[in-house]
């Protein structure tokens, strides 16, 4: 699988990892201070089984429509089907991601991603990705989203292994480490979707030795992403996610 594949496919898993409430504690890594909420905290619900949100993206890679079904979620376990178009080539996906609650934070500790593209000649391919990341990597606060509060992703050992038709290849690689800020509660995002009261906050998409820097913000009623920007060094957009339609 190459690097961008992977980049592609793990950012679209992560827009099924947003927070949820923390169901148990464990020992803190690192994190921020316990804050109770408050008009400037907010703290995510879990998404709804059977909730459907379809997405629109646009870059310097292309241009994507795709539609994420949340079968599970649970604070330690997400589950989600997508069905994804792009110009090449039309995908089925089904996407497992266990995580954990560790102090004030919330990490991913695996992702399974099961992917079925129809290929002209040749009918339905279907590859698989597995990730284990070991410790977990940091995804943000547990709970009490608060203005201000900022986290630390540290190195984790990423260990990748995509299985295609052709073969298996097994990838370990030590990630670089990234930051992330919570920037507002309660802001309001006009997309094609609708309006939504979100929290914004600034994190990175990390995929082995590369971070791309992205500014989420997360519906706070349906706890599902409604824009996604990805911006480089300068500060630059270099592409757009939008939620175009949720039932």
């Not at 921020?32 to 993206?57: E, I, Q």
């Not at 906050?201 to 996604?228: D, E, L």
Request: glycine letters at 10%; hydrophobic letters at 40%; aromatic letters at 6%.
């Amino acid at each position: 699988m190459s690097a961008r594949r992977f980049t592609a496919v793990f950012a679209l898993a992560l827009l099924a990892a947003v927070p949820a409430a923390a169901a148990r504690r464990r020992s803190a890594r690192s994190g921020p201070a316990a804050v109770s909420p408050g008009p400037a905290c907010h703290t995510f619900g879990l998404v709804r089984a059977g909730l459907k949100a379809t997405y629109h993206s646009t870059g310097t890679g292309g241009v994507a429509d795709y539609t994420i079904t949340w079968i599970t979620d649970t604070p330690t376990f997400t589950h989600t089907t997508q069905h994804v178009v792009t110009a090449q080539a039309t995908s089925d996906a089904e996407t497992r991601l266990d995580g954990e609650v560790f102090g004030q934070l919330r990490g991913l500790k695996h992702f399974n991603v099961k992917t079925t593209t129809q290929v002209p000649g040749f009918g339905g391919v279907t590859a698989e990705t597995d990730v284990n990341f070991v410790p977990s990597l940091t995804q943000g606060p547990a709970a009490g989203w608060c203005v201000g509060n900022t986290w630390t992703v540290p190195p984790v050992t990423e260990t990748l292994v995509s299985s295609t038709p052709v073969g298996q290849q097994t990838q370990i690689i030590t990630t670089v480490a990234s930051t992330g800020e919570v920037l507002a509660v309660g802001e309001t995002v006009s997309v094609p979707a609708g309006n939504f009261q979100t929290v914004k906050y600034r994190g990175a998409i990390v995929s082995g030795t590369s971070v791309q820097t992205a500014i989420t913000w997360v519906s706070m009623q349906h706890n599902i992403v409604v824009k996604q920007d990805t911006v480089d060094a300068g500060g630059a957009v270099t592409s757009t996610t939008q939620l175009t339609a949720v039932q």
